[in-house]
């Protein structure tokens, strides 16, 4: 890490809560504003600790809420949003580009991060 980029980092440590806050709002109002649908789950947090809620988690069932996530993220898409792609972050990781076991390997190939990342290979 060069000096500037470690000077940015400091200085940004004291704002670093304020944005953990901000992500665990944002987090609350999708979580109130759609758990209440069937078919859609919200990632727990867990009882060991407190997440910064980063990127926000939801599981959609296809046949109980009627969609795929793929069309949820078209939909999101068309109206401006940014959704992300699950999985692409981690898998395009040079720490899991190393991994070898049988979920490492699927979470490569099957997330479609493999497209999207072209130097992860199966």
Do not use: H
């Amino acid at each position: 890490m060069s000096n500037v980029a470690a000077a940015i980092g400091l200085g940004q440590l004291d704002m670093l809560s304020g944005f953990v806050d901000r992500l665990r709002e944002i987090f609350d109002w999708y979580e109130e504003t759609l758990s209440s649908l069937p078919g859609i789950e919200f990632m727990p947090e867990a009882a060991y600790g407190k997440a910064n809620r980063w990127l926000t988690v939801m599981l959609v069932d296809e046949d109980t809420f009627g969609a795929a996530p793929e069309d949820i993220r078209i939909a999101l898409e068309a109206e401006t949003s940014n959704p992300g792609l699950y999985g692409n972050p981690c898998t395009c990781s040079r720490y899991s580009r190393t991994l070898t076991t049988p979920a490492a390997k699927c979470a490569r190939t099957c997330s479609g991060a493999a497209s999207a990342c072209p130097q992860v290979q199966p």
